[in-house]
């Protein structure tokens, strides 16, 4: 069998669809639908005779003639009082704390004259070191949304302060006295001074019992190390009418209870990935969503280094990992098995009985079984160094994970899971949450207050919910900065600040100090939660704006608490000074010794698989997440990390199963249709029901997707009863009016479907699966999705792989051997490499000055997306929506290149064959099925800056030349616009600006530079371009010269560090890097000349000024070099 | 010689009165500027400041009996204070919690003549209106000049159609006289066409004429579009360079400070202006002075009267001057500051402590200084590329003045070849560094 590995980008590419071959022979996908704009109803509006043309075209001219006579008077206003640390034109950075309920992130944000405009993580202190995913990054685009409450409401009107806060201290008061139900419902709070504030403000509402704070660690009762005052730890909940509930829309509830009855503690411990050489993942996205993913993302690419490390040892941690659906995490796995939603009890079963030999009887399949007892090997050769983690929020699974992991050895200090210092988040009691839920459902509850959550939204009986919400008997009170399906429902808004306007204390994890510090003034008439809730406790008066009642709170809670535990600072000013400058700080902490208590583990029946013929998975992805930012339009114009489809929620299914749902057989045009996404081939839809709920959605066929599973993304569905969230909620049209796409009733559509309603509470906890039907709906649906746009037609040699074996043992040759071109010169033929052959004379960058040069790491490099957002972010890069993404019109100047890999030929023609055959099993266990389970490249793909550029040479105005820093400028005010530029690029990463995005019809809802609040987060240090012009990646070169500077002004050279570009500034995982090459010390002068350093497309000889680091997996077989000597490859002919 | 005595005398009455006029005039000068000098930062001649109105403080000491102490409290206020001789020099020293400066190096004429000066200070009329600045040029009057131009066209139109009409009506009584036929029936058009026709040569030479002087002026001005050399928008307050960098020597980085940090020199803050305008209060250097530091006031919420901030700001919207297209980044920074461009303000900005309100000099102004302080004469309007690409082609640049030029240095020795290129006429210029390049400014 041959072991040749072909790539694609998505099921079109494999199969050379039809549509495929003829755009990827196009330089550009360019062509409009005329058909559809001809047809389009709207063409009335926009009739345009000859005539009319010339009356324009006559008054244009004259326009322009007039319009340049004048000199426009522009009004520059200087500050009255300027704030002392504002330099107008200078960057400020502030260290902060990112916290959703969701996500957890030490942030560093960059502001502008007041202005927040760039986020990116922290790398020098704090838990994440630097881990941010695309919402965080995207964030700072959620502060200017302009459907941002401005001030509090009462019963869906604009409100005052004053009315709201006597109204509602009155109405808590009169409930409290009968003896009435009040409860406050909140998403997990790691803030210490707000847990005090909430319980102060419960208390001041009614006397309740409370519960001593013991110590987690020597179980002794607490005292306060200040007034020696006993300390309460909150409030008998069963007995009192006054409670605190906490609801987190993805849970980890079960695991909290399992911990709770193997270790005695209702903890989350704290993972350190860094430490494992073995991880076996039962669906637990711990790259983009699971827990702390932002800490576990950087800590695991730590492991994930091939090269010698400092102690002398060479190692890569070796990943398994068990999905349905595929998520980030999944991609980047060594090994990776689709399962069934049902069977991750079985997997977990199946691992424990292979690592402990305790066997609880489940059945499992031959396939799974296989992957279980290779993954179970590799944990018991590195006992202590390994770490199982299951996603599931089911305790029977977690009680099996933790067996697992104690039979392993892997708790302890300074172990892979260290149980003693455990995590705040996620503290959520599904339990209660289901308590609470019927209670307020059957009319129970007398006050609700929701702080954070949109329970309305993500329950899974959210509908139920919200009519309970709005009954008038129950005084109902949100806290929301949006009027969104939860708070539009409750009588009165107290919208709080968002979260670059707020002070706030977080303890994420024990001994972990952190602060959120504000940016920005506030930009509304809000008031931060905390300080509403004082004010109702009457514990504070209403203060204005520059309120600093809640800082002072947090300044005094944090003497009395965590400056006594400090290290490092004697007097709190010196602690409070540096923890805000730094972000965060840590204290000391008591070690103790958590017991396993060999908790009986569950019954086999328990864990049984479904027999269901479909199963659907509720699941987040990276960009969107839980859903709190489905309005952000950055975070809709990221391509998904798998799917690389954008401003969509879509069912992902296997192919094979599409294959039989949709009847697509042979080779005939049928198999075509709704298969392959392109700009006019729609997509089938599919109704997808469980119990009674029934969503319609688009199917996108997902390689590597169990069989009879199917996805359907969380987040999506918002604002269904039109609730005002942000205008790129909503789906727009397909033609240029730019309108809402609206239903039968003229109602606005939101963005897909909520598939919160598939989730189900069962045993107390949140179920994110369930048995499904799926049928199809006999409707189409374009998706916009970028996989197969700027395909590089035949040029595979872009990937170099290879496994970890070969660069220990192995020669560079062997995996990474220099391309050799066949030349002729005097009548004999010989091979040469191709880096000494050119066209051109050198362009004179080497040792001149500066030679600006990145390494992109392909083995470092997950995929995540982070470096699209901030690159779209710091250049101004214009949202497009989706019907332009259709047309592959896309402006991100990075893209990020998701290659599919699987084993030629002979597999695919056996599997076409099996696929034929009378009762096939589907075999897992075969691997190399092409689109079954296929292994995945990310590959980051920008301008390459080559000294050689195809794209110089070709332009007419001379708009792009090449600096002697080795950057391929781009002059825009020179731009003609023939695109012959893009033409000749060879790594297709030009894009044309097609529009005036700032100003045309077409982008008013989704492009933030049409909103004068929004557009308030524009870079001003980078042009906004215009329609007309070719745009791509200028390596940050205002950051460049920024860099060159400040080294000018400090008399020194520059340094790494200096200048970094947006994407390497943002990469958790230091997968890119940037620096000056000609200086021999740089960090990017030693990557590129190491060993798995190599240029794309070398062969073509464009010497670009960017190096990808071949992409090494622990898997046993290295994977053959798509070609290395290009001479004999076919397409060569063409140059 | 009939008249010679009395041309003597009245030589001798024209030297008296000449000396007479001169005599005041020198002395109230005297006594003017010595009061700017010494004690304008703290009194003013009619209102009380951070020390008492000086108006009629002679009377007052003369009042109290203690008309030589005066010169003695000038020259020393806390000694005579402490003295224990004179009660009104301690009235007095009780005026406000800071002391009196003593100005020992006065002697008692020119004490005198700035009492006198300040007795003789007549309260300026309020409604006096700013109006023009001292270089004359306030404001830009584009519109005046084409409404002349308008009103002239019909005007003379008007004439024409006037005389055309009258010759007309001539050419047909002399016509009808003649008793010659007129073809009353042709068109307007056809009448046109056949006058071209009989003077093709005219008309032609005066279509090339035209097309051949409009084109070229089209061209001209076209070339001037967006050219911003001496443009001088109005501004809110009638802020005098003049004065502040000129007279007084203020340095250009004291208000525009962020010119060595940052992209922007800056505009002054309005807090920056008060570090001297909480007590100068007010100004006759020019008609509407004061008002215009009234303006000052209004913008920081200052009550001049009682010395306090009301807290009450409005910002001042100034017209921006200098203005670069937005595709282009200007660093200041890069320029200005010492470790970088070290270039003078000078090159750029031209003499601005000449100026009044804040303009965009001129080329030939600038050139007028080339020479001094390294600033080198070019050739094209201000503000355009082709201005900022003829100093990048000129300006040498010191590799040895900071470790990031001796780096860059360095690694060009390690290339001696290209090292040779561009120094070959002994001096590496910003253009031989990049400075020529799109990527520097455009991105």
Redesign the interface.
Known sequence: MSMKKTYWKGLDEKDQSPEFVQNSNKEFREDLSVDEFIGSEAIGDFQTGRRDFLKFLGFGVAAATLA?C??P??????????PEDV????ANWYASTFYDGNDYSNILVKAREGRPIWVKGNKDFGLTKGGITPRIGASVLNLYNSDRLRGPVKSGEPSEWSVVDAEVKGKLKDIAANGGKIRLMSNTVISPTTQKIMYDFLDSLAPVQRVARFDAITGQPMYDPETGEQLFDGIEMNESDVERVEYDATSYSAMRKANEESFGYRSLPTYDFSLARVVVSIDADFMANWLMHTKYNVDFAETRKPEKREDGEQWMSKHFHFESVMSLTGANADSRCPIKPSEQGAVAAAILKYVTGKDLGVAVSDEIDAYAAKAADKLKEHKGQSLVVAGANDKGIQLIVNEINHALNNYGTGKTIDLNKEIYLKNADDAKVEELVNDVVGGKVDALLIVGANPVYSLPNGDAFGEALANENMLSVSFSEFADETASKCTYICPDHNYLESWQDMSPSLGEYAIQQPVIRPLFDTRQMQETLLVWSGKAERADKESKTYYNYIREFSKKWFFPTSKDYSTFDEFWNWTVHNGSSINNTDIWTAEFKNPSLPAASSLKSSDAAWEVVAYQKSGIGEGQYTANPWLQELPDAITKVCWDNYVTMAPADCYDLFNITGNEKGKWDGLYIEQETPVNMVNVTVGEQVLKLPVYPLPGQARGTIGVALGYGRAENQEAIGSAAFQIKLDQTGDYDLDADGNKKPIGGNSYKFTSFVNGSIRYYADADVADANEKYFLACTQTHHTIMGRTSILRETNLESIISGHKDDYNPAHELHVHTKGHGEHVNATDVSLWDEH?V????HRWGMSVDLTACNGCGVCIVACHSENNVPVVGKDEIRRARDLHWLRMDRYFSSIDDDARARWEKDKRAEGNDWSYANLEVPEDNPSVVFMPMMCHHCNHAPCETVCPVA?T?H???G?N??????CIGTRYCGNNCPYKVRRFNWFNYRDYRKFKHVNNSQDEMARMVLNP????RSRGVMEKC?FC??RI?EG??N????????ADGDVVTACADSCPNGAIVFGDW?DEESLVRSKTSGDRAYQALEEIGVKPNLWYQVKVRNVEEAAELAHVDTADEPHNEEH | MKFHWTNRLRVATFITVLTFLAAIPVKAQDGKSLFKANCASCHKALKNSTGPMLQGAKARWTDAGEADNIYKWVKDPVGLANSGTSPYAVQISEYSPTAMTAQGHLTNEEIDAILDYADNVKPVAKTAVASSDVDGKDGQE?GGALLWIILLIVVFSVVIFAARGVRKQLAYVVAEKEGEEIELNKSIKEKLGEWIVRNWKFTTIAFVLLAVTGGADLMKRGFQ??V?AD?K?SQPINYSHKLHAGEMGIDCKYCHN?AE????A???????CMNCHENVVESDYRLGSTENIAKIHA???YDSETRKYTGN????????AH?L???V?F?H??HV?T??GNIDCKQCHGNVPTYGLGRVSTTEEINQLAGTDGIIPLTKPLLTMGWCLECHNEKAVDLTK???????HG??K??PD?LRKISEDDKITVRE??GW????C??
Not at chain 1, 73 to 82: A, D, G, L, M
Not at chain 1, 87 to 90: E, F, L, M, Q, S
Not at chain 2, 437 to 440: D, L, T
Request: contains cysteine; proline residues 6%.
């Open positions: 340049s004048e000199t008077v522009i009004k520059s206003i200087p500050y009255v009082n300027k330099t107008p034109g200078v004179p080497e040792f001149v000055g708009a030349t600096s002697n820093e950057l400028m781009m002059a825009y005010n020179r240090d980078v042009t906004v200028s070169v205002q010269q060159k500077l080294a000018k002004a400090e008399s020194r050279a520059v000609n | 584009e579009v967006g911003y443009y928008p962020s940090k940052s992209k922007h800056g505009i002054p803050t309005v807090n920056v913008a920081a919420g700001t409005s910002p001042i919207v100034w017209n921006k203005n297209p937005d595709h980044f660093s920074a890069q500051n470790k970088t900071s470790d990031y030029y001796k780096e860059l690694r060009l390690s290339r290209f560094l990049g390049e799109c990527a520097k455009h991105y």
